[in-house]
């Protein structure tokens, strides 16, 4: 059976990574693109896309086809949670791309509208489809850390704003790098701990570097007075069983200690982060050891069982959830949690005061 996917928002996100990996499964066929700069979806269509497919500019008109079985969810986090109902009210399963809303009130109003109409519904994490992530899951999953009380999520950059399209706007965005780049890393980690049960945040996000004019950056200078989100933001995170979590996001810092979408967990048996390749630590006959894992096997020539990207496996195993039934890896209810947590902190930032979850 073939699934066929309308897409929405036919910019970066979705030329980067939705579009080339639906492209590589067969049973994905994208029959419809839409964007509200009509040579976007144009260009979409005729790289992804075949001469019989549809192109629209609202996506309402790409939401009454009543054949479309699938929409892809690429636009500004302002319109995540609009578009997305509005696809599964009108009978479509969905991937949102991540974060999943701009606030916790418009993430539960999706999972209510998946609820209410049977829809799939996922968030577009491919971190956790890295070979790094899928072996550290496995890892945790079979308690070889024991219990994981305090873990650090990182997602630093030292000069690498993004100056194009609407990551600089605070209204279209919700945030800058903590809802763009460190939503990555904290479900990274709640989904290695797998700890969905925060007690309290306190958080401060900074406006520090963001008003320099002719600043050094990866993509050219920025505009100042466009730069109305946070270059960096400072999360910490208390679980309900006494777990700490250290949420450190930013597109601007003076550091040399740089990376993204890492975690690095320490538990009672053993530890592991993700700073130099992935590496567990622990204590084995009355000594301390340290391993760096090996994920590359190394190639094969003609050999088609090699590991995916982790965009591609992340829509395969999103299409294969909604033809055999099955739950998608990320789940909307864990998702909500990481936006709960990003929003706590942009609040405690402004308030000046912790956040306590009910």
């Known amino acids: 059976m073939t699934l066929r996917i309308g897409i929405i928002g036919c910019g970066g996100i979705a030329n980067g ?3 080339p990996a639906l492209k ?3 049973e994905a066929q994208m029959v419809a693109f839409c964007d509200i700069v009509p040579e976007r979806a144009e260009k979409a269509k005729s790289q992804f896309g075949d001469e019989n497919a549809a192109v629209y500019t609202d996506y309402r008109e790409l939401l009454a086809d009543g ?9 500004p986090n302002i319109s995540h949670a609009e578009i997305s109902i509005a696809a599964m009210e009108a009978g479509k399963h969905v991937m949102c791309e991540k ?3 701009k606030t916790t009130a418009e993430a539960q109003a999706m999972i209510d509208a998946s609820k ?3 829809r799939k519904l996922t968030i577009g994490y491919q971190n956790r489809f890295r070979a790094d992530s899928q072996y550290l899951h496995t890892v945790c999953e079979n308690g070889e850390l024991g219990e994981i009380y305090y873990a650090k999520a990182k997602a630093i950059r030292r000069r690498a704003v993004p100056t194009w399209g609407v990551f600089l706007d605070e209204e279209a965005q919700g945030g800058g790098p903590l809802i763009d780049i460190g939503t990555h890393a904290l479900d990274l980690t709640l989904w290695m701990m ?11 996000a900074y406006h520090k570097l963001s008003g320099r004019k002719n600043a050094a950056n990866a993509w050219g200078p ?3 007075e466009k730069f109305t989100v946070e270059d960096s933001a400072i999360g910490f995170i208390t679980m309900e069983n006494g777990a700490t979590i250290v949420l450190e996001a930013s597109w601007a810092l003076n550091t040399l200690d740089v990376g993204e979408a890492k975690t690095t967990l320490h538990g009672t048996e053993g530890g592991a982060d993700m700073e130099k390749g992935l590496r567990i630590n622990g204590e084995a006959h009355g000594r301390t050891y340290e391993k760096t894992i090996g994920l590359d096997a190394g190639g094969v020539d003609f050999y088609d069982g090699a590991g995916d990207d982790p965009a591609v496996a992340e829509a395969r195993q999103w299409i294969s959830s909604i033809l055999d039934g099955t739950e998608p890896v990320v789940k909307p209810e864990q998702a909500l949690i990481v936006t709960r947590i990003l929003e706590a902190i942009y609040t405690s930032s402004e308030t000046g005061q912790p956040v306590y979850f009910d």
Do not use: E, F, L, Q
């Open 194 to 204: 797998d700890n969905y049960k925060p007690k309290y945040v306190v958080g401060n």
């Open 222 to 224: 920025w505009d100042p």
């Open 67 to 75: 054949s479309i079985d699938v929409v892809h969810v690429c636009t």
């Open 17 to 19: 990574k939705h579009m």
């Open 99 to 101: 974060p999943m809303a």
């Open 24 to 26: 590589a499964i067969k």
């Open 116 to 118: 209410r109409t049977g």
